[in-house]
């Protein structure tokens, strides 16, 4: 089994733009791979849990390309105001 756990602090509004676009992937488990979110006032912890390497490199560039995502769509409204 392999598990690790991802935690992500900021202002809550950053917070919740990862959760909703997080959110809808966390529903495609497989019997393989799986990740739940947790979000608290001013963290996000993602816990990843995967039964092999392979859908746990899967899980993990998901997750990360999500992330860079929100954190590219962050800098640009951030870059307006």
Known sequence: MY???IEISGKSIDLDSY???L???QDFKSERAAYKL???KDKLTITIEAEDATSFR???NTIAGL???VQSSIEAVDKRA
Request: aromatic share 6%.
């Open 19 to 21: 959760y909703n676009a």
């Open 67 to 69: 992330i860079a995502i």
């Open 38 to 40: 947790k979000k608290l």
């Open 23 to 25: 959110l809808p992937e």
């Open 58 to 60: 899967a899980v993990i």
């Open 3 to 5: 598990k690790s756990v």
